[in-house]
């Protein structure tokens, strides 16, 4: 059980095999191409702002207690691996969010906060710039900060402290933009 639990890779290959299994076995309350894409819509927000509560409940706040000596093994380890999972799952997340939005015709309304679809259009538009955030602010002062790109200590502060002010809007923007997404209910 320990080398089956110690490979992540077969942890989710055989969580997929037993989702489609959930997925062909009880019907959802929709279509199976929409039943998909919300599931992976879900999943890709669950890693995008999982990661967004881990830097800023835990790692943000740690750091500074952590050792002068340990500090790199979160900095040249640790964090590279969380962003590149963190900007992929809001690129991902914002993706299988739009298509959704437009296999179901209201991806226009949404976006131009129509009647009916201002809850959802909220939502999206949160989305759309904590994305904006992530792939623009965030991850480019993430790369001075942690040395992938090079850059002057001055620059590498500043860049941080851009970084976490956005991070910390991120976190912000979830709270209204997490019950806009949970409330609305269209198709």
Same mark, same amino acid.
């Not at 340990?70 to 969380?82: D, E, N, Q, R, T």
């Not at 623009?136 to 090079?150: E, R, S």
């Given at each position: 059980?320990?080398?089956?639990?110690?490979?992540?890779?077969?942890?989710?290959?055989?969580?997929?095999?037993?989702?489609? !299994?959930?997925?062909?076995?009880?019907?959802?309350?929709?279509?199976?191409?929409?039943?998909?894409?919300?599931?992976?819509?879900?999943?890709?927000?669950?890693?995008?702002?999982?990661?967004?509560?881990?830097?800023?409940?835990?790692?943000?706040?740690?750091?500074?207690?952590?050792?002068?000596?340990?500090?790199?093994?979160?900095?040249?380890?640790?964090?590279?691996?969380?962003?590149?999972?963190?900007?992929?799952?809001?690129?991902?997340?914002?993706?299988?969010? +739009?298509?959704?939005?437009?296999?179901?015709?209201?991806?226009?309304?949404?976006?131009?906060?129509?009647?009916?679809?201002? +809850?959802?259009?909220?939502?999206?538009?949160?989305?759309?710039?904590?994305?904006?955030?992530?792939?623009?602010?965030?991850?480019?002062?993430?790369?001075?900060?942690?040395?992938?790109?090079?850059?002057?200590? !001055?620059?590498?502060?500043? !860049?941080?402290?851009? !970084?976490?002010?956005?991070?910390?809007?991120?976190?912000?923007?979830?709270?209204?933009? +997490?019950?806009?997404?949970?409330?609305?209910?269209?198709?």
């Amino acid at each position: 059980m320990a080398k089956f639990f110690g490979n992540l890779h077969l942890v989710l290959a055989a969580g997929l095999v037993l989702a489609l !299994a959930v997925i062909f076995a009880i019907p959802a309350n929709t279509i199976p191409e929409q039943a998909v894409l919300r599931w992976l819509h879900l999943f890709f927000g669950v890693l995008w702002i999982g990661l967004l509560y881990y830097f800023n409940f835990v790692q943000i706040p740690t750091m500074p207690k952590v050792p002068a000596e340990l500090k790199p093994g979160v900095s040249k380890f640790i964090a590279p691996s969380a962003l590149f999972f963190f900007r992929w799952g809001a690129a991902l997340t914002v993706l299988t969010g +739009l298509i959704i939005a437009w296999r179901s015709a209201y991806l226009v309304e949404a976006l131009t906060l129509t009647p009916g679809f201002v +809850l959802i259009g909220t939502g999206m538009w949160l989305a759309l710039i904590m994305a904006f955030n992530v792939w623009f602010v965030i991850w480019p002062n993430q790369k001075k900060a942690l040395g992938i790109v090079p850059a002057e200590d !001055a620059a590498k502060a500043k !860049a941080a402290t851009t !970084a976490m002010i956005f991070s910390r809007t991120n976190t912000l923007l979830s709270l209204p933009m +997490l019950y806009c997404m949970i409330n609305f209910n269209g198709g």
